[in-house]
């Protein structure tokens, strides 16, 4: 029983935080299921998020698995109404709010200050699954040819998860 509670608050306070998007606290959700409460190891966590980016449907339904992971259906359970249901309720009224403020003069600033939030949150959600992903040169090497395949042209990230994950096979 703790420990489903204890689920339940990691993943509320996550959910207030990833409001915007659930990579910016790809990071914080790393640090505190492995590193805080030793709920995975860094390559479960690698493992679960990779089986989120390729599933069909939003990617953050990996919390379900780290929920069932470590508690059955009772923690995944606990786990997804912990991560969604607090940024649904903050998101409502908070988009209710941003309606009626519609010609409020300093909306547009807010808007605008925001943005380099937003992306230095996402740069950093990045980051931490880099760190958990690359590994060796290999996994170096793939990482930048899809990078430079993403800036290159537009291409379906599930294709290139697919082949760099045959390649990584292939090759090791």
């Known amino acids: 029983m703790t420990r489903l509670i204890h689920l339940f608050l990691v993943f509320s306070l996550l959910s207030v935080l990833a409001v915007g998007g659930g990579t910016a606290v790809l990071p914080q959700m790393q640090h505190m299921t492995v590193d805080t409460y030793h709920w995975l190891t860094d390559a479960q966590f690698r493992s679960?998020?990779?089986?989120?980016?390729?599933a069909p449907g939003p990617n953050m339904l990996m919390v379900l698995l780290i929920g069932y992971h470590l508690a059955g259906w009772a923690g995944m359970t606990v786990a997804g109404i912990g991560f969604?249901?607090?940024?649904?309720?903050?998101?409502?009224?908070?988009?209710?709010?941003?309606?009626?403020?519609?010609?409020w003069p300093w909306r547009l600033s807010i808007q605008r200050g925001l943005a380099p939030v937003a992306i230095g949150?996402?740069?950093?959600?990045?980051?931490?699954i880099a760190r958990l992903s690359i590994i060796d040169p290999l996994t170096l090497a793939i990482g930048l040819a899809v990078f430079g395949i993403l800036i290159?042209?537009?291409?379906?990230?599930?294709?290139?998860?697919?082949?760099?994950?045959?390649?990584?096979?292939?090759?090791?």
């Open 152 to 172: 290159w042209r537009h291409v379906n990230p599930g294709i290139l998860v697919l082949i760099g994950g045959t390649v990584y096979m292939v090759l090791t």
């Open 48 to 54: 679960i998020y990779s089986i989120g980016q390729v």
């Open 121 to 128: 949150l996402m740069l950093s959600g990045t980051w931490a």
């Open 84 to 103: 969604f249901l607090p940024d649904c309720i903050l998101t409502l009224f908070a988009n209710r709010w941003w309606v009626h403020l519609g010609s």
